[in-house]
């Protein structure tokens, strides 16, 4: 489980946050001291498709997993955490995600886990 202190404590905060920059990495590891952040990009989707919006969905999922990280079965406290984590970084994803839809905004969604 990547940082499983700061999941386990309690303090597993995740927040979707607009990020002005763009990156060529669908999900890029970014690292702001003791924050972890996933961004990801959407510049190169086509978001008024169908196909572009799941495409964008399978991103935001694999950097949720990536951002959270994962705890081993023997771990209830831990997998908890994680679940939590998850759900609160997908709600918080999908928020932005559909700003962007509505505004037609190809800028990247940024994940952060503190």
Same mark, same amino acid.
């Given at each position: 489980?990547?940082?499983? !202190?700061?999941?386990?404590?309690?303090?597993?905060?995740?927040?979707?946050? =607009?990020?002005?920059? #763009?990156?060529?990495?669908? &999900?890029?590891?970014? &690292?702001?001291?003791?924050?972890? $952040?996933? $961004? $990801?990009?959407?510049?190169?989707?086509?978001?008024? #498709?169908?196909?572009?919006?799941?495409? =964008?969905?399978?991103?935001?999922?694999?950097?949720?997993?990536?951002?959270?990280?994962?705890? #081993?079965?023997?771990?209830?406290?831990?997998?908890?955490?994680? #679940?939590?984590?998850?759900?609160?970084?997908?709600?918080?994803?999908?928020? $932005?995600?559909?700003?962007? =839809?509505?505004?037609?905004?190809?800028?990247?969604?940024? !994940?952060?886990?503190?």
């Amino acid at each position: 489980m990547k940082k499983p !202190l700061m999941i386990m404590t309690g303090s597993a905060l995740a927040t979707a946050a =607009l990020f002005f920059a #763009s990156a060529p990495a669908r &999900s890029a590891p970014v &690292s702001t001291g003791t924050e972890v $952040v996933r $961004v $990801v990009t959407t510049a190169d989707l086509d978001l008024s #498709s169908e196909a572009g919006r799941k495409a =964008l969905d399978r991103r935001i999922g694999r950097a949720v997993i990536e951002l959270c990280g994962q705890a #081993s079965d023997a771990d209830l406290v831990g997998r908890n955490a994680v #679940s939590e984590c998850r759900e609160e970084a997908l709600a918080q994803a999908h928020q $932005v995600r559909d700003q962007r =839809l509505a505004l037609r905004s190809a800028e990247p969604i940024q !994940l952060a886990l503190r």
